[in-house]
């Protein structure tokens, strides 16, 4: 089955609910990367979120970058999203913990104390950055507490990813329901109740399987409304001409030393694991179009 996402409005447009399935991408990024069980539910968990709140808040070719920068064995974990589309890195991605008390992927502890740093990129002048400290490193509390003190939106996340023990994906996605002007008191009762009926949300992805049916058990009895369907992908917008520009800005002299050198050079992307190989020639027309 594709990855995808199903965005959706309840209770007369009182509640907003999205729902998705990444099972295809995570495992994308966990092959590219090379990930550990617990950096891929990190960095899954992470890009996922990055899809939810693209998805609600975007319409165009705005994009969201969330960052957790903490001290924890992983370093840096980075999510970069438009609606849709998705790709990050984790810095350290080869590192084994032990389970947590529930028998877990310890992704708080993965993560540790630090920031979280989310930057949108509304295509204006100057992107748009705020930061918070990390509440739990878990990932989908620190997003739910982004929006209630960042945004002022009463939201809540739910995302997972579940790890087979060859390291592959077994399943991954999540969701966002969060509480528009107007709602009642009954209608909060009742997303409340069910809310807290979810053990963990790879059982809830298992159990139902599509956006479609997690949305009917989250939202059923508040008579949903399905809005859009979006297909997801793991993408990458890395090219070759982009590296070269960026070997632009070293200035002729240090590459002039480069090509002295007489060795090729290859440069990796960050988020895809990309190599681009750079030939001595690439190296001397690139000087001559500087």
């Known amino acids: 089955m594709k990855d995808y996402l199903i965005?959706?409005?309840?209770?007369?447009?009182?509640?907003?609910?999205?729902?998705?399935?990444t099972t295809n991408l995570v495992q994308e990024a966990r092959d590219r990367h090379q990930l550990y069980p617990v950096a891929s539910a990190a960095l899954g968990r992470l890009m996922t979120g990055s899809l939810l709140m693209a998805s609600s808040e975007f319409k165009g070719k705005e994009r969201i970058n969330l960052k957790l920068d903490g001290d924890g064995p992983l370093g840096q974990v980075f999510a970069d999203a438009g609606v849709g589309e998705v790709r990050g890195y984790v810095n350290n991605p080869d590192i084994s913990l032990p389970a947590n008390s529930l028998g877990k992927i310890d992704v708080s502890s993965g993560v540790g104390s630090g920031k979280l740093i989310v930057i949108k990129d509304l295509k204006l002048r100057e992107p748009y950055t705020s930061s918070m400290d990390i509440v739990s490193g878990e990932v989908a509390e620190d997003l739910t507490y982004y929006y209630?003190?960042?945004?002022?939106?009463p939201s809540s996340f739910g995302l997972g990813v579940l790890v087979d023990t060859d390291g592959s994906i077994i399943a991954a996605g999540g969701f966002l329901v969060q509480i528009m002007p107007g709602a009642t008191d009954e209608e909060i009762g009742i997303l409340e109740d069910k809310l807290s009926l979810i053990k963990g949300v790879t059982d809830l992805i298992l159990d139902v399987k599509t956006p479609e049916a997690m949305l009917d058990w989250l939202v059923g009895d508040l008579d949903p409304e399905i809005l859009a369907k979006v297909d997801l992908n793991y993408k990458c917008n890395c090219t070759k001409d982009r590296y070269a520009r960026s070997l632009m800005s070293l200035g002729k002299d240090e590459l002039t030393e480069i090509v002295h050198d007489g060795e090729d050079i290859s440069l990796e992307c960050h988020f895809c694991g990309e190599n681009y190989d750079f030939s001595v020639k690439d190296l001397e027309e690139i000087i001559n179009s500087i």
Do not use: D, M, P, Y
């Open 148 to 153: 209630a003190k960042s945004e002022q939106k």
């Open 7 to 21: 965005h959706s409005t309840a209770a007369n447009g009182h509640i907003r609910c999205l729902a998705a399935v």
